[in-house]
């Protein structure tokens, strides 16, 4: 095993889909940084077009950069359910939910690609930041699609792999058709 791979196991673990605590400690000071001084989160969010009344998925909300402006966006008739595989993701959802009072938005802690959420509930799953992350696409495609509702429209970032690599994730899965491309995302809907 070379030194690098030996340092990331450290830092990240073996699987990349459970990183340790102190590994997602140090993701959200990045991300508190990066939205500090460049805005990326609100930014970010801008292109999801979320409505009011609409019902959200946050999938791997992780330290829950969404989740406030996702809860404004759709609204007191609207609900946000933000699901994570970390349990200090989940803590971090609960804080948010006390601090600010948004009682349109429900923490569920998600068991490998399954959560307790109830199938076809969703008009829009968005999985930002973390698709690179996935180690078996076709069962977490799977997962999204069961969440979405029939007209239910899917967006997946990238995240730090090449757009390429993302569409042909998607693609091979067999599971989502691509309905439109951005520089942030792909749109996509149930086939």
Do not use: W
Request: aromatic fraction near 6%; hydrophobic fraction near 40%; charged fraction near 25%.
């Amino acid at each position: 095993m070379s030194k690098r791979n030996v340092i990331g196991d450290r830092m990240f673990g073996r699987n990349r889909e459970v990183i340790p605590d102190i590994a997602f400690h140090a993701m959200t000071g990045v991300m508190k940084l990066m939205d500090l001084f460049a805005k990326r989160s609100t930014k970010n969010f801008r292109t999801l077009s979320l409505k009011p009344g609409q019902t959200v998925v946050d999938y791997g909300c992780g330290p829950a950069r969404y989740v406030r402006n996702a809860s404004e966006a759709v609204g007191e008739s609207g609900k946000v359910i933000a699901t994570d595989i970390h349990p200090l993701a989940v803590k971090k959802v609960k804080e948010m939910i006390g601090k600010h009072g948004l009682r349109n938005v429900e923490a569920v802690l998600a068991d490998g690609y399954n959560t307790s959420i109830a199938s076809g509930v969703a008009d829009v799953v968005y999985a930002l930041d973390m698709f690179h992350m996935i180690q078996e696409p076709k069962a977490f495609l799977a997962e999204l699609s069961r969440l979405a509702t029939p007209e239910g429209t899917i967006i997946i970032e990238d995240g730090h792999q090449p757009r390429a690599e993302t569409v042909r994730k998607i693609t091979e899965s067999g599971i989502l058709e691509i309905t439109e491309e951005t520089g942030s995302h792909v749109k996509c809907k149930k086939k």
